[in-house]
Protein backbone atom coordinates (compact mmCIF):
# COMPACT_ATOMS: atom_id res chain seq x y z
CA UNK A 1 0.00 0.00 0.00
CA UNK A 2 1.63 2.86 -1.53
CA UNK A 3 1.31 6.50 0.79
CA UNK A 4 -1.21 7.59 -1.82
CA UNK A 5 -3.22 4.73 -0.90
CA UNK A 6 -3.46 5.76 2.43
CA UNK A 7 -4.52 9.34 1.95
CA UNK A 8 -7.25 8.35 -0.15
CA UNK A 9 -8.16 6.05 2.80
CA UNK A 10 -8.08 9.06 5.04
CA UNK A 11 -10.06 10.99 2.62
CA UNK A 12 -13.07 8.78 2.28
CA UNK A 13 -13.16 7.65 5.97
CA UNK A 14 -12.38 11.65 7.16
CA UNK A 15 -10.09 9.59 9.19
CA UNK A 16 -6.32 8.97 10.54
CA UNK A 17 -7.09 7.25 13.53
CA UNK A 18 -5.49 3.69 14.48
CA UNK A 19 -6.72 1.27 16.79
CA UNK A 20 -4.12 -0.22 18.94
CA UNK A 21 -5.08 -4.08 20.20
CA UNK A 22 -3.50 -4.26 22.93
CA UNK A 23 -5.68 -7.07 23.75
CA UNK A 24 -5.34 -8.08 27.50
CA UNK A 25 -7.51 -11.56 28.84
CA UNK A 26 -7.48 -9.80 31.84
CA UNK A 27 -9.67 -7.11 30.50
CA UNK A 28 -11.86 -8.75 28.08
CA UNK A 29 -15.63 -8.99 28.64
CA UNK A 30 -16.60 -12.17 30.73
CA UNK A 31 -19.11 -13.40 28.35
CA UNK A 32 -16.08 -13.46 25.59
CA UNK A 33 -14.69 -16.52 27.68
CA UNK A 34 -17.43 -18.96 26.56
CA UNK A 35 -15.56 -19.03 23.17
CA UNK A 36 -12.45 -21.20 22.18
CA UNK A 37 -10.29 -17.92 21.57
CA UNK A 38 -11.43 -15.21 23.62
CA UNK A 39 -8.72 -12.69 22.56
CA UNK A 40 -9.27 -13.42 19.01
CA UNK A 41 -13.13 -12.87 19.28
CA UNK A 42 -12.43 -9.43 21.54
CA UNK A 43 -10.49 -8.45 18.24
CA UNK A 44 -12.61 -9.40 15.70
CA UNK A 45 -15.99 -7.29 17.25
CA UNK A 46 -13.31 -4.22 18.34
CA UNK A 47 -12.78 -4.53 13.94
CA UNK A 48 -16.17 -5.03 13.30
CA UNK A 49 -17.31 -2.37 15.17
CA UNK A 50 -15.34 0.29 14.14
CA UNK A 51 -13.68 -0.49 10.39
CA UNK A 52 -15.22 2.25 8.99
CA UNK A 53 -13.95 4.77 11.41
CA UNK A 54 -10.41 3.58 11.38
CA UNK A 55 -7.79 3.10 8.71
CA UNK A 56 -5.22 0.81 10.47
CA UNK A 57 -5.15 -1.54 13.51
CA UNK A 58 -2.45 -2.15 15.41
CA UNK A 59 -1.63 -5.55 17.10
CA UNK A 60 0.76 -5.41 19.97
CA UNK A 61 2.61 -8.14 19.72
CA UNK A 62 3.80 -8.71 23.50
CA UNK A 63 0.43 -8.85 24.69
CA UNK A 64 -0.35 -12.19 22.63
CA UNK A 65 3.76 -13.08 23.21
CA UNK A 66 2.51 -13.24 26.34
CA UNK A 67 0.09 -16.19 25.73
CA UNK A 68 2.77 -18.34 24.40
CA UNK A 69 2.43 -20.55 20.85
CA UNK A 70 -1.99 -20.09 21.80
CA UNK A 71 -1.61 -16.17 22.06
CA UNK A 72 0.46 -16.57 18.72
CA UNK A 73 -2.40 -18.26 17.26
CA UNK A 74 -4.58 -15.41 18.60
CA UNK A 75 -2.62 -13.08 16.40
CA UNK A 76 -2.78 -15.21 13.32
CA UNK A 77 -6.13 -15.26 13.53
CA UNK A 78 -6.51 -11.74 14.19
CA UNK A 79 -4.54 -10.28 11.01
CA UNK A 80 -5.69 -13.24 8.59
CA UNK A 81 -9.99 -11.89 9.59
CA UNK A 82 -8.91 -8.44 9.22
CA UNK A 83 -6.61 -9.02 5.80
CA UNK A 84 -9.72 -10.85 4.48
CA UNK A 85 -12.42 -9.12 5.84
CA UNK A 86 -11.12 -5.15 5.07
CA UNK A 87 -8.93 -4.71 2.46
CA UNK A 88 -8.51 -1.38 2.92
CA UNK A 89 -6.95 -1.20 6.66
CA UNK A 90 -3.52 -0.99 7.28
CA UNK A 91 -2.19 -3.43 9.36
CA UNK A 92 0.41 -2.98 11.46
CA UNK A 93 2.48 -5.24 13.69
CA UNK A 94 3.90 -3.05 16.61
CA UNK A 95 6.86 -5.30 17.44
CA UNK A 96 9.36 -3.27 18.06
CA UNK A 97 12.31 -5.23 16.45
CA UNK A 98 15.58 -4.66 16.01
CA UNK A 99 18.46 -6.94 14.92
CA UNK A 100 21.68 -7.67 12.74
CA UNK A 101 20.82 -8.44 9.02
CA UNK A 102 20.38 -12.33 8.72
CA UNK A 103 18.27 -12.00 11.99
CA UNK A 104 15.88 -9.22 10.76
CA UNK A 105 15.47 -11.02 7.29
CA UNK A 106 13.52 -14.19 9.68
CA UNK A 107 11.55 -11.28 11.66
CA UNK A 108 10.23 -9.71 8.05
CA UNK A 109 9.42 -13.12 6.75
CA UNK A 110 7.17 -13.09 10.57
CA UNK A 111 5.17 -10.43 10.29
CA UNK A 112 5.10 -9.91 5.91
CA UNK A 113 5.12 -13.13 5.21
CA UNK A 114 3.64 -15.84 7.43
CA UNK A 115 1.11 -12.72 8.83
CA UNK A 116 0.76 -10.37 6.03
CA UNK A 117 1.08 -7.14 8.07
CA UNK A 118 1.56 -4.19 6.04
CA UNK A 119 4.14 -3.07 8.43
CA UNK A 120 6.11 -3.32 11.28
CA UNK A 121 7.38 -1.12 14.01
CA UNK A 122 11.43 -1.74 14.77
CA UNK A 123 14.11 0.05 16.76
CA UNK A 124 17.02 1.57 14.23
CA UNK A 125 19.46 1.33 17.15
CA UNK A 126 21.68 -1.40 15.19
CA UNK A 127 21.58 0.38 12.09
CA UNK A 128 20.68 0.22 8.04
CA UNK A 129 21.41 -3.72 8.07
CA UNK A 130 19.59 -4.05 10.55
CA UNK A 131 16.35 -2.37 8.53
CA UNK A 132 17.44 -3.02 4.98
CA UNK A 133 16.21 -6.85 4.86
CA UNK A 134 12.21 -5.07 5.60
CA UNK A 135 12.44 -2.84 2.55
CA UNK A 136 13.11 -5.41 0.08
CA UNK A 137 9.02 -6.33 0.39
CA UNK A 138 7.34 -4.65 -1.68
CA UNK A 139 4.11 -2.69 -0.48
CA UNK A 140 5.46 -3.02 2.43
CA UNK A 141 6.58 -0.04 5.27
CA UNK A 142 9.09 0.13 7.93
CA UNK A 143 7.88 2.22 10.91
CA UNK A 144 11.09 3.47 12.93
CA UNK A 145 11.45 4.57 16.65
CA UNK A 146 12.27 8.42 16.55
CA UNK A 147 10.70 10.07 19.49
CA UNK A 148 8.18 7.80 22.01
CA UNK A 149 5.70 8.61 23.84
CA UNK A 150 7.33 7.19 27.14
CA UNK A 151 9.10 8.56 30.85
CA UNK A 152 11.69 6.73 29.47
CA UNK A 153 11.98 8.49 25.95
CA UNK A 154 14.09 11.67 27.91
CA UNK A 155 17.37 9.07 28.91
CA UNK A 156 18.65 8.62 25.04
CA UNK A 157 16.20 9.89 22.64
CA UNK A 158 16.05 13.66 24.11
CA UNK A 159 19.86 13.34 24.71
CA UNK A 160 21.70 16.34 24.00
CA UNK A 161 24.03 17.24 21.27
CA UNK A 162 24.93 14.18 19.21
CA UNK A 163 26.35 16.38 15.88
CA UNK A 164 25.75 19.89 15.60
CA UNK A 165 23.35 20.63 18.66
CA UNK A 166 21.15 18.09 17.32
CA UNK A 167 19.18 15.45 19.49
CA UNK A 168 19.55 11.78 19.42
CA UNK A 169 15.97 10.87 17.53
CA UNK A 170 16.58 13.63 14.86
CA UNK A 171 20.20 12.04 14.09
CA UNK A 172 17.92 8.81 13.73
CA UNK A 173 15.79 9.94 11.39
CA UNK A 174 17.88 12.16 9.09
CA UNK A 175 20.06 9.24 8.74
CA UNK A 176 17.25 6.50 8.41
CA UNK A 177 15.43 8.58 6.08
CA UNK A 178 17.62 7.88 3.17
CA UNK A 179 17.12 3.83 3.57
CA UNK A 180 14.06 3.52 2.44
CA UNK A 181 11.84 6.22 0.74
CA UNK A 182 8.35 8.12 2.19
CA UNK A 183 6.45 5.13 0.17
CA UNK A 184 7.72 2.66 2.35
CA UNK A 185 8.98 4.12 6.03
CA UNK A 186 7.24 6.19 8.55
CA UNK A 187 8.52 7.20 11.87
CA UNK A 188 7.30 6.88 15.34
CA UNK A 189 6.95 9.89 16.97
CA UNK A 190 5.10 10.22 20.78
CA UNK A 191 1.96 11.89 21.08
CA UNK A 192 3.43 13.45 24.62
CA UNK A 193 5.49 15.46 22.47
CA UNK A 194 3.43 17.49 20.08
CA UNK A 195 5.71 20.68 20.33
CA UNK A 196 8.57 18.52 18.60
CA UNK A 197 6.33 16.93 15.87
CA UNK A 198 7.10 20.11 14.64
CA UNK A 199 11.00 19.65 14.19
CA UNK A 200 10.11 16.03 12.78
CA UNK A 201 8.36 17.71 10.35
CA UNK A 202 11.35 19.97 8.79
CA UNK A 203 13.34 16.89 8.53
CA UNK A 204 10.69 15.02 6.93
CA UNK A 205 8.18 17.06 5.03
CA UNK A 206 6.73 14.19 3.09
CA UNK A 207 6.73 10.69 5.51
CA UNK A 208 4.01 9.52 7.30
CA UNK A 209 4.40 9.52 11.15
CA UNK A 210 2.95 7.30 12.83
CA UNK A 211 1.59 8.96 16.38
CA UNK A 212 1.23 6.57 19.58
CA UNK A 213 0.18 7.95 22.89
CA UNK A 214 -3.30 9.64 22.07
CA UNK A 215 -6.12 8.48 24.71
CA UNK A 216 -4.76 6.62 28.14
CA UNK A 217 -1.43 8.56 27.55
CA UNK A 218 -2.79 12.02 26.94
CA UNK A 219 -1.44 13.63 24.29
CA UNK A 220 -3.12 16.56 22.18
CA UNK A 221 -5.03 15.82 19.31
CA UNK A 222 -5.44 19.74 18.13
CA UNK A 223 -1.84 20.56 18.83
CA UNK A 224 -0.24 17.32 17.10
CA UNK A 225 -2.19 17.70 13.80
CA UNK A 226 -1.00 21.44 13.54
CA UNK A 227 2.29 20.70 13.60
CA UNK A 228 2.29 17.42 12.40
CA UNK A 229 -0.19 17.42 9.30
CA UNK A 230 1.06 17.39 5.55
CA UNK A 231 -0.49 17.89 1.88
CA UNK A 232 -1.09 14.26 2.37
CA UNK A 233 -2.54 13.58 5.56
CA UNK A 234 1.00 12.79 7.25
CA UNK A 235 -0.35 11.71 10.41
CA UNK A 236 -1.66 7.78 11.68
CA UNK A 237 -2.91 8.99 15.39
CA UNK A 238 -2.97 5.60 17.62
CA UNK A 239 -5.36 5.12 20.61
CA UNK A 240 -5.24 1.51 22.33
CA UNK A 241 -6.51 1.57 26.03
CA UNK A 242 -9.57 4.47 25.53
CA UNK A 243 -11.35 2.80 22.70
CA UNK A 244 -11.26 -1.03 23.38
CA UNK A 245 -11.53 -0.65 26.96
CA UNK A 246 -14.23 1.55 26.68
CA UNK A 247 -16.78 -1.05 27.54
CA UNK A 248 -16.42 -4.29 29.71
CA UNK A 249 -19.77 -6.41 29.63
CA UNK A 250 -22.25 -7.73 26.85
CA UNK A 251 -22.83 -5.06 23.93
CA UNK A 252 -19.09 -3.76 24.91
CA UNK A 253 -18.80 -2.95 21.26
CA UNK A 254 -21.58 0.08 21.39
CA UNK A 255 -19.07 2.19 23.85
CA UNK A 256 -15.82 1.00 21.93
CA UNK A 257 -17.40 2.53 18.51
CA UNK A 258 -18.75 5.74 20.63
CA UNK A 259 -15.33 6.34 21.93
CA UNK A 260 -13.82 5.72 18.42
CA UNK A 261 -16.45 7.83 16.67
CA UNK A 262 -15.83 10.30 18.82
CA UNK A 263 -12.06 10.63 17.57
CA UNK A 264 -12.67 10.31 14.19
CA UNK A 265 -14.81 12.83 14.44
CA UNK A 266 -12.68 15.48 15.87
CA UNK A 267 -10.07 13.88 13.13
CA UNK A 268 -12.98 14.99 10.33
CA UNK A 269 -13.05 18.65 11.64
CA UNK A 270 -9.41 18.61 11.24
CA UNK A 271 -9.17 17.58 8.21
CA UNK A 272 -11.22 19.64 6.98
CA UNK A 273 -10.22 22.95 8.68
CA UNK A 274 -6.77 21.46 7.12
CA UNK A 275 -8.37 21.56 3.37
CA UNK A 276 -7.25 17.98 3.42
CA UNK A 277 -10.68 16.65 2.38
CA UNK B 1 20.91 -17.18 38.63
CA UNK B 2 23.66 -14.32 40.65
CA UNK B 3 26.61 -13.51 38.69
CA UNK B 4 28.66 -15.81 41.71
CA UNK B 5 27.10 -18.59 40.33
CA UNK B 6 28.08 -18.31 36.71
CA UNK B 7 31.12 -17.71 37.57
CA UNK B 8 31.14 -20.80 39.47
CA UNK B 9 30.10 -22.49 36.41
CA UNK B 10 32.79 -21.20 34.45
CA UNK B 11 35.38 -22.60 36.31
CA UNK B 12 34.10 -25.82 36.83
CA UNK B 13 33.69 -26.51 32.82
CA UNK B 14 36.64 -24.16 32.23
CA UNK B 15 34.33 -22.45 30.03
CA UNK B 16 32.32 -18.89 29.34
CA UNK B 17 30.91 -20.14 25.91
CA UNK B 18 27.37 -19.34 24.86
CA UNK B 19 25.89 -21.66 22.03
CA UNK B 20 23.41 -19.41 19.77
CA UNK B 21 20.39 -21.74 18.29
CA UNK B 22 19.45 -19.57 15.52
CA UNK B 23 17.60 -22.59 13.99
CA UNK B 24 16.89 -22.29 10.43
CA UNK B 25 15.05 -25.30 9.36
CA UNK B 26 16.72 -24.71 5.47
CA UNK B 27 20.05 -25.79 7.00
CA UNK B 28 18.52 -28.69 9.98
CA UNK B 29 19.86 -32.41 8.29
CA UNK B 30 17.55 -33.81 6.29
CA UNK B 31 17.03 -36.64 8.40
CA UNK B 32 15.46 -34.69 11.06
CA UNK B 33 12.50 -34.27 8.82
CA UNK B 34 11.36 -37.53 9.65
CA UNK B 35 10.49 -36.34 12.87
CA UNK B 36 7.42 -34.32 14.52
CA UNK B 37 9.53 -31.44 15.15
CA UNK B 38 12.55 -31.23 13.33
CA UNK B 39 13.64 -27.62 14.66
CA UNK B 40 13.10 -28.95 18.49
CA UNK B 41 15.02 -32.45 17.60
CA UNK B 42 18.05 -30.37 15.96
CA UNK B 43 18.45 -28.40 19.30
CA UNK B 44 18.08 -31.09 21.49
CA UNK B 45 21.27 -33.11 19.87
CA UNK B 46 23.17 -29.72 19.81
CA UNK B 47 22.38 -28.93 23.48
CA UNK B 48 22.69 -32.98 24.58
CA UNK B 49 26.50 -33.38 22.68
CA UNK B 50 27.31 -29.92 24.42
CA UNK B 51 25.69 -29.17 27.14
CA UNK B 52 29.25 -29.80 29.59
CA UNK B 53 31.23 -27.56 27.04
CA UNK B 54 29.05 -24.39 27.32
CA UNK B 55 27.50 -22.28 29.93
CA UNK B 56 24.45 -20.93 28.16
CA UNK B 57 22.70 -21.04 25.07
CA UNK B 58 20.73 -18.32 23.73
CA UNK B 59 17.61 -19.28 21.04
CA UNK B 60 17.54 -16.13 18.40
CA UNK B 61 13.51 -15.35 18.49
CA UNK B 62 13.43 -14.44 14.89
CA UNK B 63 14.19 -18.16 13.52
CA UNK B 64 11.01 -19.38 15.58
CA UNK B 65 8.79 -16.35 15.01
CA UNK B 66 9.29 -16.85 11.34
CA UNK B 67 6.91 -20.21 11.49
CA UNK B 68 4.04 -18.87 13.54
CA UNK B 69 2.57 -20.60 16.35
CA UNK B 70 4.40 -24.05 15.30
CA UNK B 71 7.46 -21.81 15.74
CA UNK B 72 6.58 -20.65 18.94
CA UNK B 73 5.68 -23.99 20.15
CA UNK B 74 9.19 -25.44 18.76
CA UNK B 75 10.68 -22.60 21.32
CA UNK B 76 8.45 -23.51 24.16
CA UNK B 77 10.12 -27.02 23.86
CA UNK B 78 13.57 -25.65 23.39
CA UNK B 79 13.43 -23.90 26.63
CA UNK B 80 11.96 -26.60 28.66
CA UNK B 81 14.33 -29.47 27.45
CA UNK B 82 16.99 -27.28 28.62
CA UNK B 83 15.62 -26.09 31.74
CA UNK B 84 14.59 -29.62 32.82
CA UNK B 85 17.83 -31.52 31.89
CA UNK B 86 20.59 -28.94 32.69
CA UNK B 87 19.58 -26.77 35.31
CA UNK B 88 23.26 -25.25 35.26
CA UNK B 89 22.67 -23.14 32.16
CA UNK B 90 22.06 -19.94 31.41
CA UNK B 91 19.43 -19.51 29.30
CA UNK B 92 18.93 -16.19 26.92
CA UNK B 93 16.33 -15.20 24.93
CA UNK B 94 17.86 -13.26 22.38
CA UNK B 95 14.18 -11.17 21.49
CA UNK B 96 16.04 -7.62 21.29
CA UNK B 97 12.93 -6.30 22.76
CA UNK B 98 12.22 -2.80 24.03
CA UNK B 99 9.24 -1.27 24.62
CA UNK B 100 7.34 1.50 26.83
CA UNK B 101 6.63 0.09 30.51
CA UNK B 102 2.94 -1.59 30.25
CA UNK B 103 3.40 -3.53 26.82
CA UNK B 104 7.35 -4.37 28.60
CA UNK B 105 5.18 -7.03 31.39
CA UNK B 106 4.05 -8.56 29.25
CA UNK B 107 7.06 -9.08 27.18
CA UNK B 108 8.95 -9.74 30.51
CA UNK B 109 5.89 -12.54 31.26
CA UNK B 110 6.41 -14.43 27.56
CA UNK B 111 9.83 -14.87 28.41
CA UNK B 112 10.50 -15.22 32.46
CA UNK B 113 7.57 -16.53 33.39
CA UNK B 114 6.00 -18.79 30.33
CA UNK B 115 9.24 -20.20 29.29
CA UNK B 116 11.60 -19.99 32.13
CA UNK B 117 14.22 -18.08 30.38
CA UNK B 118 17.19 -16.69 33.09
CA UNK B 119 17.73 -13.20 30.75
CA UNK B 120 16.39 -11.71 27.90
CA UNK B 121 18.31 -9.11 24.96
CA UNK B 122 16.70 -5.49 25.06
CA UNK B 123 17.06 -2.61 23.42
CA UNK B 124 17.36 0.36 25.69
CA UNK B 125 16.82 2.99 23.58
CA UNK B 126 13.00 3.38 24.71
CA UNK B 127 14.74 4.20 28.31
CA UNK B 128 14.53 3.19 32.04
CA UNK B 129 10.74 2.27 31.97
CA UNK B 130 10.90 0.09 29.05
CA UNK B 131 13.57 -1.96 31.39
CA UNK B 132 12.15 -1.70 35.10
CA UNK B 133 9.27 -4.42 34.47
CA UNK B 134 12.22 -6.79 34.15
CA UNK B 135 13.99 -6.19 36.52
CA UNK B 136 11.32 -7.05 38.82
CA UNK B 137 12.22 -10.72 38.33
CA UNK B 138 14.17 -12.04 40.94
CA UNK B 139 17.16 -13.85 39.53
CA UNK B 140 16.52 -12.75 36.30
CA UNK B 141 18.56 -10.86 33.34
CA UNK B 142 18.66 -7.76 31.28
CA UNK B 143 21.00 -7.68 28.67
CA UNK B 144 21.48 -4.21 27.14
CA UNK B 145 22.41 -3.56 23.76
CA UNK B 146 25.38 -1.57 23.82
CA UNK B 147 27.81 -1.81 20.75
CA UNK B 148 26.68 -4.83 18.89
CA UNK B 149 28.46 -7.12 16.02
CA UNK B 150 26.94 -5.92 12.71
CA UNK B 151 28.16 -2.63 10.11
CA UNK B 152 25.39 -0.96 11.23
CA UNK B 153 26.41 -0.84 14.69
CA UNK B 154 28.54 2.26 13.20
CA UNK B 155 25.12 4.24 12.33
CA UNK B 156 24.40 5.55 15.70
CA UNK B 157 25.91 3.63 18.91
CA UNK B 158 29.40 4.81 17.40
CA UNK B 159 28.11 8.82 16.59
CA UNK B 160 30.34 11.29 18.00
CA UNK B 161 30.09 13.13 21.10
CA UNK B 162 26.61 12.80 22.67
CA UNK B 163 27.67 14.65 25.78
CA UNK B 164 31.67 15.37 26.53
CA UNK B 165 32.49 13.41 23.58
CA UNK B 166 31.09 10.22 24.36
CA UNK B 167 29.99 8.02 22.14
CA UNK B 168 26.44 6.61 22.22
CA UNK B 169 26.85 3.14 23.57
CA UNK B 170 28.87 4.46 26.52
CA UNK B 171 26.31 6.85 27.25
CA UNK B 172 23.60 3.86 27.18
CA UNK B 173 26.23 1.70 29.39
CA UNK B 174 26.66 4.73 31.58
CA UNK B 175 23.10 5.57 32.28
CA UNK B 176 21.46 1.96 32.50
CA UNK B 177 24.29 0.35 34.98
CA UNK B 178 22.27 2.18 37.54
CA UNK B 179 18.80 0.37 36.53
CA UNK B 180 19.86 -2.40 38.34
CA UNK B 181 23.15 -4.38 39.75
CA UNK B 182 25.74 -6.25 38.55
CA UNK B 183 23.73 -9.11 39.74
CA UNK B 184 20.58 -8.93 37.29
CA UNK B 185 22.42 -6.79 34.43
CA UNK B 186 24.79 -7.56 31.31
CA UNK B 187 25.30 -5.53 28.21
CA UNK B 188 26.12 -6.84 24.53
CA UNK B 189 29.36 -5.82 23.32
CA UNK B 190 30.03 -6.98 20.03
CA UNK B 191 33.03 -9.86 19.07
CA UNK B 192 33.72 -7.19 15.91
CA UNK B 193 34.80 -4.36 18.78
CA UNK B 194 37.49 -6.43 20.41
CA UNK B 195 39.24 -2.75 21.00
CA UNK B 196 36.19 -0.85 22.62
CA UNK B 197 35.68 -3.29 25.33
CA UNK B 198 38.25 -1.90 27.12
CA UNK B 199 36.28 1.17 26.98
CA UNK B 200 33.30 -0.79 28.15
CA UNK B 201 35.26 -2.27 31.10
CA UNK B 202 35.86 1.41 32.44
CA UNK B 203 32.36 1.83 32.65
CA UNK B 204 31.45 -1.46 33.98
CA UNK B 205 34.16 -3.26 35.76
CA UNK B 206 32.02 -5.61 37.49
CA UNK B 207 29.44 -6.18 34.72
CA UNK B 208 29.07 -9.66 32.95
CA UNK B 209 29.38 -9.03 28.96
CA UNK B 210 27.62 -10.66 26.28
CA UNK B 211 29.92 -10.99 22.97
CA UNK B 212 28.56 -12.69 19.99
CA UNK B 213 30.54 -12.34 16.78
CA UNK B 214 32.94 -15.06 17.13
CA UNK B 215 32.86 -17.99 14.90
CA UNK B 216 31.17 -16.39 11.37
CA UNK B 217 31.70 -12.75 12.08
CA UNK B 218 34.91 -13.34 12.94
CA UNK B 219 35.31 -11.89 16.05
CA UNK B 220 39.31 -12.36 18.03
CA UNK B 221 38.83 -14.25 21.19
CA UNK B 222 42.49 -13.71 22.83
CA UNK B 223 41.97 -9.78 22.20
CA UNK B 224 38.25 -9.81 23.14
CA UNK B 225 39.30 -11.87 26.88
CA UNK B 226 42.58 -9.37 27.33
CA UNK B 227 39.80 -6.49 27.09
CA UNK B 228 37.21 -7.77 28.10
CA UNK B 229 37.59 -10.12 31.47
CA UNK B 230 37.69 -9.14 34.90
CA UNK B 231 37.92 -10.67 38.29
CA UNK B 232 34.75 -12.64 38.32
CA UNK B 233 34.85 -14.20 34.35
CA UNK B 234 32.65 -11.21 33.25
CA UNK B 235 32.61 -12.15 29.81
CA UNK B 236 30.09 -14.96 28.02
CA UNK B 237 31.25 -15.27 24.15
CA UNK B 238 28.63 -16.98 21.81
CA UNK B 239 29.34 -18.66 18.34
CA UNK B 240 25.90 -19.95 16.47
CA UNK B 241 26.77 -20.31 13.04
CA UNK B 242 30.03 -21.66 13.06
CA UNK B 243 28.85 -24.52 16.02
CA UNK B 244 25.54 -25.56 14.89
CA UNK B 245 26.14 -26.17 11.39
CA UNK B 246 29.36 -27.57 11.50
CA UNK B 247 28.05 -30.97 10.47
CA UNK B 248 24.79 -31.84 7.63
CA UNK B 249 24.56 -35.51 7.66
CA UNK B 250 23.58 -37.63 10.27
CA UNK B 251 25.89 -37.75 13.20
CA UNK B 252 26.14 -34.37 12.97
CA UNK B 253 26.85 -33.53 16.56
CA UNK B 254 30.18 -35.05 16.32
CA UNK B 255 31.17 -32.29 14.14
CA UNK B 256 28.86 -29.65 16.08
CA UNK B 257 30.82 -31.07 19.29
CA UNK B 258 34.70 -30.47 18.18
CA UNK B 259 33.92 -26.98 17.02
CA UNK B 260 32.81 -26.43 21.01
CA UNK B 261 35.39 -28.09 22.33
CA UNK B 262 37.91 -26.43 19.91
CA UNK B 263 36.29 -23.03 21.32
CA UNK B 264 36.30 -24.41 25.18
CA UNK B 265 39.85 -25.32 25.28
CA UNK B 266 40.60 -22.31 23.97
CA UNK B 267 39.10 -20.72 26.51
CA UNK B 268 40.30 -23.23 28.92
CA UNK B 269 43.94 -21.62 28.38
CA UNK B 270 42.67 -18.19 28.73
CA UNK B 271 41.36 -18.98 31.92
CA UNK B 272 44.26 -20.68 33.08
CA UNK B 273 46.76 -17.64 31.82
CA UNK B 274 44.50 -14.98 34.12
CA UNK B 275 44.27 -17.19 37.36
CA UNK B 276 40.39 -17.35 36.81
CA UNK B 277 40.50 -21.38 37.81
Redesign the interface.
Known sequence: MKAGKIYSHIQKKKSFLCIGL?T?PKRIPSHLFDTDDPVFEFNKRIVDATHDLAIAYKP?F??Y?????????SL?RTADYIKTNYHEILLIADA??????N?????A??VFQ??DFDAVTL?????????VPYLSYAGKWVIL?AL??????????L?????ENKK?FE??IE?SKNWGTADNTMFVVGATHPSLIADVRKIVPDHFLLVPGVGAQGGDLEMICRNGLNQKGGLIVNASRSIIYAGDSEGFEIEVRKQAASLQSQMAVILENHNLL
Chains 1, 2 share one sequence.
Open positions: DDNAFEAFGSDGIKEKRGDIGTSEYYRANMSAYMGKDSILTSNEGSSDFQANALELVIK
